[in-house]
């Protein structure tokens, strides 16, 4: 049976508007025990959630092929966990164990899983978007047929390798799809005081790049473009989504999520449009459907975390490994 999602304009299965809620607890679930455990001192260094943000990861992913893959950056858990990374060894990865994607080494913002096809979450603000744009040539070279995915934030579209990227892209021709995740803020700095101009879409516009704005807390909207824009880019044609999105919690550690930049109202504003409820909403999901499905994401993050907590610290003997 499906239904009628008029603000989208889409037809879905009930099945499929479940399973697209069902991931957005995985990831918001996952997220909450992972910050707790930073909290406790269980995740070294700092971690950087993106509740709030989940149907921009789970519309991207839902919309690829799987041989398809991903580039991320510091704010990546959402993005690993949609494309098929095991919660478990993410989370040890999070907590810097031997069990962890990354043998525990790279932690939260270093985080690879290259048999799911995520390429990595990167620390450096846009470092992952020329990485994208190879990787992208490399696909071609080889005829794969696949499409390489870049998500970056807002606070990365001021740097020139954006632009640099945009440009070789188009020049070549690329399998490669570019995700803003504009959630308007770059840590405290609000997105109208640092980029001027009509939208960060139109800026791939001027390079003949297909630049779209998306509602990015519109899990069906955000799937609908991507599968569009992700075709496109498989035939040559790469693009650029802006998804307009919010994160409910601070930047990172060291700020509240309100007080400091943003304001209580704005906040309530954003929450108002939370992803996971206005899916539930538009599919007439239940309150025991919506129930049952944030109890498994639920114990899903809480074996994710059993896991790792179990899971060994590296040995000093694997220092060196992996080092090239």
């Not at 037809?11 to 990831?27: F, P, Q």
Request: contains cysteine.
């Amino acid at each position: 049976m499906s239904v009628e999602l008029e603000h989208t304009g889409l037809r879905v299965t009930e099945a499929e508007a479940a399973e697209l809620y069902r991931r957005m607890a995985v990831i918001r679930r996952f997220e909450q025990a992972a910050y707790r455990a930073y909290e406790q001192g269980e995740v070294h260094g700092t971690v950087h959630v993106s509740i709030g943000q989940e149907a921009v990861a789970v519309g991207v992913m839902d919309a690829l092929r799987p041989g398809d893959t991903v580039l991320s950056h510091h704010r990546g858990h959402g993005h690993a966990l949609a494309k098929g990374v095991d919660p478990g060894r993410l989370m040890a990865e999070l907590c810097g164990r031997a069990g962890g994607v990354s043998r525990g080494k790279g932690g939260s913002m270093h985080a690879t899983d290259l048999d799911a096809g995520f390429l990595g979450t990167l620390a450096v603000v846009g470092a992952a978007i020329p990485l994208g744009v190879g990787y992208a040539l490399a696909q071609r070279l080889k005829g794969t047929g696949a499409v390489c995915v870049v998500f970056f934030g807002d606070g990365a579209v001021n740097q020139g390798v954006l632009y640099e990227s945009l440009n070789l892209a188009a020049l070549w021709s690329l399998p490669v799809l570019f995700v803003c995740e504009n959630n308007a803020y770059a840590i405290t700095t609000a997105a109208h005081e640092s980029t001027a101009g009509d939208g960060i879409a139109a800026r791939a516009r001027a390079f003949g790049v297909d630049g779209q704005e998306v509602d990015g807390q519109d899990v069906l909207a955000v799937r609908r473009l991507a599968a569009s824009m992700a075709e496109a880019a498989r035939n040559g044609r790469p693009g650029l989504m802006e998804c307009l999105t919010y994160r409910f919690m601070g930047h990172s550690r060291g700020d509240p999520p309100h007080g400091i930049y943003r304001t209580k109202a704005e906040l309530e504003a954003w929450t108002d449009r939370d992803p996971l409820a206005l899916l539930a909403t538009a599919a007439g999901l239940t309150s025991e459907d919506t129930g049952r499905f944030q109890d498994e994401a639920r114990r899903i993050a809480d074996d994710a975390m059993s896991f790792a907590l179990a899971s060994p610290v590296p040995d000093e003997s694997s220092l060196l490994e992996d080092v090239v």
